[in-house]
């Protein structure tokens, strides 16, 4: 069985990096600069471990307890990077087991980080994390209506006030939709929010996008994701051992 989970996995795997390279490329930028963090949210660990041994080292998960029961299993090398929201009170899991926090989404989020950060005697790399759609069901800071975005700024410049927290950039989750075509404007509003922030703090790092997940993530590139977030396509549906493409 593992055998074959290894073939299926490094078969979707090997797809998507194609897809990834010829989307850079097609925009006019080099495939290495987008990081593909392959998500093992709700995946069971044999599915997980098969992805570090066809090669992946970049592992995305939402919720930091269940993480753990990976991160203590799987014993290589690999890079965790926390892409779902954390409540406040799990800030020292995240501090203590991952090596980047995609779902910065709010000031107290950033002060118990810091505080963490500074008993760890650790930098801890966090992107700012913004709903540009409005959806309800969506975290991050209200950025959908263009004309507030000033609003957003005393937030943004506690945040980046925060010596251990290195801000890099910005991440957004958009609506799902079955034409990716129609995420294409939100993931064009994170790029401007961007620029928009990057024009008020030209000091701060905004070089970093983690937009684009398995329905998307071709356009997302297209738009200037540096990071996407892609699980299903790779791993198969959640909670199964099926891996097949989709």
Known sequence: MSEELDRLIRQNYARVLDKIAYAARAAGREPDSVCLVVVTKGQPLA?????????????????????????????????????????????????????????????????RLERMAVERKRCLPVLLEFNVSGEATKWGWPAWEEGRWPDLLPEVEQVLGCEHLEVRGLMTVPPFYADPEQARPFFRKLRCLRDFLAGHYPQANWRELSMGMSADFEVAIQEGATFVRVGQAILGSRGEEDVRYK
């Open 47 to 111: 599915v997980a471990q098969a992805a570090v041994r066809i090669g992946v080292r970049v592992l995305g998960e939402n919720y930091p307890e269940e993480a753990l029961t990976k991160i203590h299993a799987i014993r290589e090398e690999v890079e965790w990077h926390m892409i779902g929201h954390v409540q406040s009170r799990k800030a020292r899991l995240v501090c203590d087991y991952f090596a980047f926090l995609h779902s910065l989404d709010s000031v107290k989020l950033a002060n």
